[in-house]
């Protein structure tokens, strides 16, 4: 995207780059910073505005901590150990299985970046009201503005920490006392109550087709609340379908702003998606300036990936996450109600191709899978590093030590297939935010936006309230709206108010959502979480693992918090 006077603030928050101009770099010293001594101009001021949101951007977009903790653990994605690579004190195989401990990096992460970014929400609001807008070029509707996006920022982070912690210490001020935790119910009436301010105050998307510059605009706190309202069953055991299914028909409607679904997949995450009519609310990105990948790229590729691309400079990956598998190491399609993320896409979808940048800003397909020769460019070439060293890697979707047949072991019927059992191939990989580029259009690599909330996921979550209140055929009339646009001709497979049930709504939230950091909380929703089967995971059937536990540092650092209950 280009990227645009506000988000500069939040990339680089300099003035210089803001206007384009140039600027005396020589420093002006203070004996005290207050905002009558700094916020002396409108850069300054929009300067401090977008700090909180630089912090969004690495909780949302660069750190992959918030994926991990919503796809790891999941029938969805798995890092398992390849060889020497990824054990990592078996935190991605206790998270596999459901074993949660209180000295998880993953968890202390998350409980961290949600409460800092709740603070410096809440700290940048003080700054603000201070300032007097008309005197540095603003206005009072700036002020307005700026003051209800922080609120809403504020409620996002919030959001997030009771999805994955339940009940959080509920603050309004950087000023106030250390708190311990409000409950689960406290906890979501205060994020609604943010929202519910909030929203006649923000600025409304008229134009369709905008570009979407990193702004909170009203309809992205109606789609907060959807969030809320949709999962409030197991964030505070009371159903709240009906009240979101009216905030969502609203948003489709357009009394929140214009907006409209994307007639293809490439249009949402490829280049140019700035101005994609789906995007609600997205986190800007550009080659060089303010870049961010969603925080997975390097955590996905094999370790050769690059040269897949021609040889894409600071492209290398660590071979990390994965799909979890759908076939059995004799290739056999795993049963369970659950899971086979890549065999839930049927073979006709555009979107299960293999991943091939064509060039011009244009790409096919969102998956690294098959053998990694490009069929384009048949000089790219992605060869393997450990077992499969000087070939060319064949991913597949499946783990375990295929190279060890007529080795170590016989046949494939004597592997075994665990989440310790990989190698440099296993595991479908996902490219699907921020695509990339080949080597000879470098500078277009980082272009993409990375969009956090769109319009499909309204639709998606009116399709569910409609079913869970009785109306399946309108459910499956929403669904199939969207999934026209990943066939080239017919739907082999639409949704029908025969075939809708929970399984098939799993399976439809999994093929749209892939790896955009919700598979958890969908799975929470339907009390399938602690309750199902997948590849190498037993269910524990023990809802108190629907929460995680707070980390022992968490702990520590305030005396006032509670751990969650079963740790």
Request: proline share 5%.
């Amino acid at each position: 995207m280009k990227i645009s006077k506000i988000t500069n603030w939040l990339v680089a928050g300099a003035a210089c780059l803001l206007l384009g101009t140039s600027c005396d770099v020589d420093p002006t010293f203070y004996s005290q910073v207050v905002p009558d001594t700094y916020y002396t101009n409108a850069d300054a001021v929009w300067s401090r505005f977008n700090r909180p949101f630089t912090h969004w951007r690495w909780w949302v977009a660069q750190n992959d901590a918030r994926v991990r903790l919503m796809e790891v653990g999941t029938d969805a994605m798995c890092v398992p150990t390849r060889g020497n690579d990824w054990f990592d004190g078996a935190v991605y195989q206790n998270m596999h299985h459901h074993h949660f401990m209180d000295d998880m990096g993953p968890m202390k992460d998350g409980w961290d970046l949600t409460t800092m970014g709740v603070a410096q929400s809440w700290n940048a609001i003080e700054n603000l009201e201070e300032i007097d807008f008309v005197s540095v070029g603003l206005t009072e509707d700036d002020r307005t503005s700026m003051l209800n996006q922080l609120n809403v920022l504020a409620a996002s982070f919030y959001l997030d920490g009771l999805d994955l912690f339940g009940g959080m210490p509920l603050y309004t001020s950087t000023r106030e006392d250390v708190k311990g935790r409000s409950t689960d119910v406290e906890t979501f009436h205060f994020i609604d109550s943010l929202l519910d301010a909030a929203i006649p105050n923000l600025p409304l998307k008229t134009e369709l087709g905008a570009p979407e510059t990193n702004t909170i605009h009203r309809a992205v706190a109606a789609a907060l609340k959807a969030r809320l309202y949709f999962n409030a069953e197991s964030y505070i055991k009371q159903p709240m379908y009906e009240e979101a299914a009216q905030v969502c028909q609203d948003i489709i409607d357009g009394k929140y702003g214009q907006y409209k679904l994307a007639g293809h997949f490439t249009e949402i995450f490829g280049w140019g998606n700035e101005t994609c009519p789906e995007i609600i609310w997205t986190v800007p990105s550009e080659n060089a300036k303010g870049e961010t990948d969603g925080g997975l790229t390097a955590f996905t590729l094999p370790y050769n990936f690059k040269d897949f691309l021609g040889g894409l400079q600071d492209a290398g990956g660590n071979n990390g996450l994965c799909l979890c598998p759908s076939r059995d190491p004799e290739g056999n399609v795993y049963k369970f109600n659950v899971g086979n993320p890549y065999e839930t896409f049927n073979d006709k979808d555009i979107r299960k191709q293999q991943y091939v940048y064509e060039g011009g800003r244009k790409y096919r397909g969102m998956f690294i899978v098959g053998e990694l020769q490009n069929p384009d460019f048949p000089d790219f070439k992605c060869l393997g590093a450990r077992e499969y060293a000087g070939k060319v890697l064949n991913v597949v979707d499946q783990i375990a030590h295929l190279s060890q047949v007529g080795n170590t072991v016989a046949s494939v019927k004597d592997l075994t297939s665990t989440i310790g059992d990989a190698e440099e191939n296993s595991g479908v990989r996902v490219i699907k935010v921020s695509p990339l580029p080949n080597q000879d259009e470098f500078k277009e690599r980082f272009n993409p936006d990375c969009p956090f909330i769109r319009l499909t996921e309204i639709y998606y979550i009116l399709a569910e309230c409609k079913m869970r209140l009785g109306d399946k055929p309108g459910a499956a009339e929403l669904i199939n709206m969207v999934r026209k646009r990943n066939f080239e001709g017919n739907d082999p497979d639409p949704v029908t108010a025969t075939n809708l049930d929970k399984y098939r709504m799993l399976k439809e939230w999994m093929q749209e959502f892939l790896r955009e950091a919700r598979r958890r909380t969908d799975l929470i929703r339907w009390n399938a979480y602690v309750t199902e089967d997948w590849w190498d995971h037993k269910a524990t059937n023990n809802a108190n693992y629907n929460r995680f536990p707070l980390h022992q540092l968490s702990l520590g650092a305030n005396p006032l918090l509670e751990q969650n209950p079963g740790y």
